[in-house]
Nanobody, 124 residues
Framework: QVQMVESGGGLVQAGGSLRLSCADSGSTFSRYAMGWFSQAPGKEREFVAA????????YYADFVKGRFTISRDNAKNTVYLQMNSLKPEDTAVYYC?????????????????WGKGTQVTVSS
């Protein structure tokens, strides 16, 4: 059973940073590829970043490249999203997701488990 809980969201000024965490209470975390997705008000949920089960491969959406970094600590069953140089357009609910595969993807339909999300608000 995979149960993921996101944390670390909040209100930050443009140009600031936040680090999101997603902790999984299950025992098979290290076997899953993980991803972060965001959903802004009135918009569809979209891909942000993904990381392979061992952390050796990462993949980013173009709009976060150079600003966001995904990482994981399998000993702590946790995946992180370090967000720097935040912009007002980054305001969204951020979700982590797990995929029962060693292959990473930005296709949200390929993910099997989802957290409930954490709100990130960037003020101008």
């Amino acid at each position: 059973q995979v149960q993921m809980v996101e944390s670390g969201g909040g209100l930050v000024q443009a140009g600031g940073s936040l680090r999101l965490s997603c902790a999984d209470s299950g025992s098979t975390f290290s076997r899953y590829a993980m991803g972060w997705f965001s959903q802004a008000p009135g918009k569809e949920r979209e891909f942000v970043a993904a990381i392979s089960w061992g952390g050796g491969s990462t993949y980013y959406a173009d709009f976060v490249k150079g600003r966001f970094t995904i990482s994981r600590d399998n000993a702590k069953n946790t995946v992180y999203l370090q967000m720097n140089s935040l912009k007002p357009e980054d305001t969204a609910v951020y979700y982590c997701a797990a995929r029962r595969s060693t292959v990473i993807t930005g296709n949200q339909r390929r993910y099997d488990y989802w957290g409930k999300g954490t709100q990130v608000t960037v003020s101008s």
